[in-house]
């Protein structure tokens, strides 16, 4: 973080915290800060990541900072205490100095601050969610203080008591998720919410943040604008290709490992392998050249600690670890990891012709083979032309880590790790190349595929589940929407197989349920092979 008079944050290594960084604060006055230190303490004794103790240390020293530009260090009256944390929202809000947006002589104080913030006012929903994360880390920060040191509140609470209605509503809401919900007459029929000065801020009606009727995924009919024109280079397709066909999410295949790309099964799909980036196993050859095995966590302790021990200390990339174990301060190498479910009928796929190893191989499930053969032919392309050499350059790189999707802009991080900051640019360019102006993420593209399961391929809700690698049906409900074609095609089909209308021809009817017409180099030699041999047994049968 740049020097400023208010405060300075050291980040220090600690065997004590199985030797991971934690944050030092230093104050305006030269010294450590002896509570919000205490307080970093208890988190890292509470396991918090990294990235949520990044957050709640940053928040905190701004608000340090904001309290020592306004009032200096004096002590605060009560007035001043009771209206801090809502004057520290304005000036994120609104920016301060020269950037600050707000007019009229109420917020001239914001223009001498001295802080120079930029606002978040220009984005509705990065000023929620940014705004959102300050409020819960000062809440967090405010708690602990109360309880261990016995001090006034800074963002008070009031009990409000449930009433009965709000109580039923609450277990029938709990019911498809809780699974403590035989305990819910235990529970206490009271919650806190926020001082009413505070929360009035972040209402979700708040004009300009209702997109109830944005629907959740991509267009069906832009799906091959996107992959075609909105890119430029193979490496972005790849990951478009493998988030909407493949049902990724954003961070997942930023996980994905070069050996994770086992080739081709016999339809000419990509056959990549998922496994937890922490706890799922891999291969590697040891110093002798031996073949070993372990999870990936060991894959890093035990083979890219040793190929890059000729690194500095403190190089980022001397101490590699899963990606879900590093913090943002590793050059935003962290991404996180919700999870997986593998259903055991993934290891009894036919197309796989996996060999017998001593634990289990899991796969992505394409929702349709030539989405696979188009990943796999665009997968040999970058592999060529960024992951062997530095198409600047056209020199040979050897890459210090062992991650799949890389940075191939013309710059000195060319071959560093994609990142979910890079992710997001990616995502805002082609937005804008595509002149979209929906609330549309990268995530849209997850229910895309939740949406040709049930609207194309005509799957079922459980069948849908074990592609999408839920443990809970009840998950796989929010993307599986079967299009208003197909629902009304299952209810002529219904229809139809009464006694009345048995004789009534249903393809006129059925003929509006369309699928999507994928270009015709969206293949491979291998899919095309298999293909033909499907015809031929298929003209052999008749």
């Known amino acids: ?157 009031e009990e409000v008591f449930l009433s009965a209605w709000q109580r039923f509503q609450d277990f029938k809401n709990r019911e498809k998720w809780d699974m403590l919900i035989h305990l819910n007459n235990a529970r206490s029929n009271k919650r806190e919410i926020p001082d009413e000065s505070i929360a009035s801020k972040f209402k979700s009606n708040q004009k300009g943040n209702n997109y109830r009727s944005c629907p959740k995924a991509f267009p069906p009919h832009r799906i091959i604008e996107l992959v075609e024109n909105a890119t430029t280079n193979p490496r972005d397709k790849l990951i478009i290709l493998i988030m909407l066909g493949g049902s990724l999410r954003r961070a997942e295949p930023l996980h994905l490992f070069r050996d994770d790309v086992e080739g081709m099964d016999i339809m000419g799909q990509a056959r990549i392998r998922l496994a937890d980036p922490n706890t799922g196993m891999c291969e590697w050859a040891d110093e002798n050249g031996r073949n070993v095995c372990g999870t990936r966590a060991e894959y890093f302790e035990k083979h890219w600690r040793i190929v890059n021990s000729d690194l500095p200390r403190s190089h980022y990339f001397r101490n590699l670890a899963p990606r879900s174990e590093l913090d943002r ?54 592999r060529k032309k960024y992951l062997n050499r530095n198409p600047y350059t056209n020199e040979f790189i050897s890459l210090r880590h062992p991650w799949l999707f890389i940075k191939i802009e013309n710059s000195a991080e060319y071959g560093m790790p994609l990142t979910i900051s890079a992710l997001k640019s990616v995502w805002r360019k082609i937005k804008k190349k595509l002149d979209i102006n929906q609330r549309l993420s990268w995530h849209s593209l997850r229910h895309f595929f939740g949406y040709y399961c049930a609207s194309v391929l005509n799957l079922t809700l459980e069948q849908t589940q074990v592609l999408m690698h839920h443990a809970d049906i009840t998950s796989t409900e929010i993307y599986y929407s079967p299009s208003g074609d197909r629902i009304r095609q299952a209810i002529v089909a219904a229809y139809l197989k009464t006694s009345e209308s048995s004789k009534i021809n249903s393809s006129p009817i059925f003929a509006r349920v369309a699928s999507i017409v994928f270009p015709p180099h969206w293949t491979n030699d291998q899919h095309e092979a298999w293909l033909y041999t499907c015809q031929m047994r298929s003209a052999l049968d008749n």
């Open 329 to 382: 301060r590793n050059q935003g190498l962290h991404a996180g990891f919700k999870g997986m479910t593998f259903s055991a009928a993934e290891q009894v796929n036919p197309f796989l012709n996996t060999e017998f190893y001593q634990y289990d191989k899991n796969y992505v499930w394409w929702c349709d083979p030539r989405i696979g053969a188009y990943w796999y032919k665009l997968f040999e392309e970058y």
């Open 1 to 157: 973080m740049a020097y400023n008079p208010w405060f300075e944050i050291v980040w220090v290594y600690d065997t004590d915290f199985e030797g991971r960084q934690f944050p030092l604060v230093y104050l305006a006055n030269g010294l450590p800060g002896y509570v919000i230190n205490q307080f970093i303490y208890d988190l890292l004794l509470r396991n918090t990541g990294h990235s949520k103790l990044e957050l709640i240390v940053r928040s905190l020293c701004h608000l340090y900072a904001f309290t020592c530009a306004k009032y200096g260090t004096r002590h605060l009256s009560e007035s001043e205490s009771a209206n801090l944390i809502a004057d520290f929202i304005d000036a994120k809000e609104f920016g301060t100095d020269k950037y600050c947006i707000k007019r009229g002589e109420r917020y001239d104080w914001l223009r001498y601050l001295g802080l120079n913030w930029e606002p978040l006012a220009h984005s509705s929903s990065a000023k929620k969610s940014t705004l959102m994360g300050y409020l819960r880390a000062i809440t967090e920060f405010d708690r602990w203080q109360s309880a261990f040191h016995n001090t006034a509140r800074l963002s008070p609470t």
